[in-house]
């Protein structure tokens, strides 16, 4: 599979659009969430060298930093996404001629349903990271970027949202309840978070 970050943008919309499993609602997530962090790291980027304290010149380095390291990661998880997904498909394309096919294929499935989840999970752990540094990007950006901080903002949460919808997805085909419990409270966790830390930036932002 090629990487879809090597693609020109039309390219990459049109494999969104197409009939193929892969890339689909998940791997959307994640570049929703890179996209994200980008304008954050666009609006730092021009906020910091302006900076007029020490510490907030220091703070906003750091901050770069760590967004610049998650970018990265979040990135990855576009293609990660699909090529997960398309583990289950294959997994469903084994054949079933007997009882122990069947065993076969559905002990492959599970374990590739349960890798297609632990991808959207990453997304959301690397949103929720993000989102922590949103409102010290909020607090120091100038007037002119605040418009770009604030759909940095309403586009990490999408992504995060998005991740968790796919979550629920996947879920609902397991019937391992453990798993499933553990799963959804981390998913609820990170969604709950990162709707504060969402909330503040945005009212720091309105505040400007």
Known sequence: MSS????????????????APAPGGGSASALAGAVGVSLLLMALGI????????EESTALADAADRLQSLRAAIATLIDRDAEAYSSVI?????????????ARRQAAYDLAVRAATEVPLETMRTCRRVLRDAPIVAAHSIPSTSGDVG??????????????????????????????????????????????????????????
């Open 151 to 208: 759909v940095a903002i309403e586009l990490l949460r999408a992504a995060l949202r998005g991740a968790g919808i796919t979550i629920d997805a996947n879920l609902g085909s397991l019937k391992d309840a453990d798993y499933i419990s553990v799963v959804s409270a981390e998913r609820q966790q990170l969604d709950a978070e990162s709707a504060v830390d969402a909330e503040h930036g945005l009212s720091l932002l309105s505040r400007r």
């Open 90 to 102: 294959a997994a469903l394309r084994m054949p079933v001629n007997d009882a122990d096919a069947r």
């Open 4 to 19: 879809y970050s090597n693609l020109h943008l039309r390219d990459l919309l049109d494999a969104f659009a197409s009939t």
């Open 47 to 54: 906020r910091r060298p302006k900076a007029e304290r020490v």
